[in-house]
């Protein structure tokens, strides 16, 4: 499929790039020099993998582990300064997604309206929870001094990514001796689904009922289980949200396939969420513009579903033109 849009791919600023070096060498020299390149190859394999174009976002854990809240605000000014930079010099090509420094409620909301009103961004994405203060703090968006500022994101009308990040290493015990689960093979999506489940149960949602949140890697796995999560929380008393757990995902969800090219999942997500709530995503460079793309043009999904997925639901949710 030619014309695609690929929505959660990632860039760094030198500042940055340390913030994902979990990966031994020589796999993280390459991400490293990739994350730098926006112009130069990442535009060739582009084109030779048919990516009209690509919304960028700043690498995980970027700025949520920074724990002096004035450094995050600077920095994360510094790498939306930097992406409008580099996107102003090919608009036709790349849109960008606002880092911001949720260390502070309403620092996180001033920027966002900067970076939508001023330098013409498609929404944020954020790297999951927040330290503020010291290491082993993590700090959620359904809380309560959190409101101000998804009241701001509502107001704009902008989606809010929540992408994965590292698990602290208080949080980790049930990895003890097992430590290739920790990260993008299971934490990534258990620390995120957390998350999003947290949002949806919190009442958040019916306080704000038009946000639009998008996930990655085809649900975090909440798709495939939202069944028996619903089913279960009706003997659950207590929660503050007004509606089903199924209901917030299909009204205020939407999921990509970042880095989750398998079929048989793309199709369980479409029949959960349904076609119009599925973005393409290949999660580059952390996964390969070519294995996400065959993979997807080869799909054995309908050719309709096919387009909206890879392209007209991004024009829409991200106002794409």
């Known amino acids: 499929m030619q014309g695609k849009i690929a929505v959660e791919e990632h860039f760094a600023i030198p500042a940055t790039t340390g913030r994902s ?10 991400l490293q020099a990739k994350l730098l390149d926006i112009h130069d190859q990442r535009l060739v394999e582009m084109d030779r993998n048919g990516i009209a174009t690509e919304i960028i976002s700043l690498n995980s854990n970027g700025v949520q582990s920074i724990l002096d809240v004035a450094s995050a605000v600077d920095t994360a000014r510094i790498a939306n300064d930097a992406l409008a930079e580099a996107i102003a010099k090919r608009p036709d090509r790349f849109a960008g997604f606002a880092a911001l420094p ?27 929870f927040t330290q503020v203060g010291t290491d082993d703090t993590a700090v959620y968006y359904d809380l309560p001094q959190y409101r101000a500022f998804w009241a701001e994101v509502e107001r704009l009308g902008v989606p809010f990514y929540l992408h994965p990040r590292d698990q602290l290493p208080s949080r980790r015990r049930a990895y003890d001796g097992h430590p290739w689960l920790i990260g993008s093979p299971w934490g990534f999506a258990e620390e995120t689904a957390i ?8 009442g958040l949602l019916d306080d704000y009922p038009k946000l639009q949140i998008v996930i990655g890697h085809l649900g975090e796995r909440i798709p495939y289980d939202l069944w028996r999560l619903d089913h279960r929380l009706t003997k659950v ?12 995902f299909r009204r205020n969800f939407h999921i990509t396939t970042s880095g989750h090219f398998c079929t048989q999942s793309l199709i ?54």
């Open 21 to 30: 070096a979990r990966y031994q060498s020589p796999y993280w020299s390459a």
């Open 237 to 248: 008393p207590g929660r503050p949200a007004k509606k089903t757990m199924g209901e917030y």
């Open 102 to 128: 949720m260390q502070d409620p309403q620092a996180a909301a001033t920027e966002l309206g900067r970076c939508v009103r001023d330098l013409k961004f498609k929404g944020a994405l954020v790297n999951s």
């Open 195 to 202: 998350h999003a489940l947290r949002l949806m149960g919190s």
């Open 268 to 321: 369980h997500a479409i029949l959960t969420v349904g076609a119009d709530r599925v973005l393409f995503a290949v999660d580059y460079p952390f996964e390969d513009h070519a294995h996400g793309c065959s993979w997807f043009d080869a799909a054995e999904i309908a050719e309709s579903d096919r387009i909206k997925i890879g392209r007209d639901n991004a024009k829409v949710l991200f106002s794409l033109g």
